[in-house]
């Protein structure tokens, strides 16, 4: 069973750029995709990326488009959110999670996922 664990959150000015980890263990990301979800205070968890087993393919939310990159590295079972040029309204909890399924674009749908870690705050100042 996969355990993933989330870091890199913290407080930043808008504008300024913060990189998210995920880090795997008991079982290789390798056959997972993979995606980043975040969770407002009172709102909705909601899909922000994801990324196909080989890293190939990526789905991005409409309001983090050109801001965030997603990535992964297998070898050291890694998946990475590079956020840049944020805003107050990009603050939240970030998890990180893993699923089963290969869709083409990877999948945004939460109940895809069926693995996530505890999550980590991000807050963006004005």
């Known amino acids: 069973q996969v355990q993933l664990v989330e870091s890199g959150g913290g407080l930043v000015q808008a504008g300024g750029s913060l990189r998210l980890s995920c880090a795997a263990s008991?079982?290789?990301?390798?056959?997972?995709?993979m995606g980043w979800f975040r969770q407002a205070p009172g709102k909705e968890r909601q899909f922000v990326a994801a990324i196909n087993w080989s890293g190939e393919r990526t789905n991005y939310a409409d309001s983090v488009k050109g801001r965030f990159t997603i990535s992964r590295d297998n070898a050291k079972n890694m998946v990475y959110l590079q956020m840049n040029a944020v805003k107050p309204e990009d603050t939240a909890v970030y998890y990180c999670?893993?699923?089963?399924?290969?869709?083409?674009?990877?999948?945004?749908?939460?109940?895809?996922?069926?693995?996530w870690g505890q999550g980590t705050q991000v807050t963006v100042s004005s």
């Open positions: 999670a893993a699923s089963r399924y290969w869709f083409s674009p990877p999948s945004e749908s939460l109940s895809n996922y069926n693995k």
């Open positions: 008991g079982s290789t990301l390798s056959t997972y995709t």
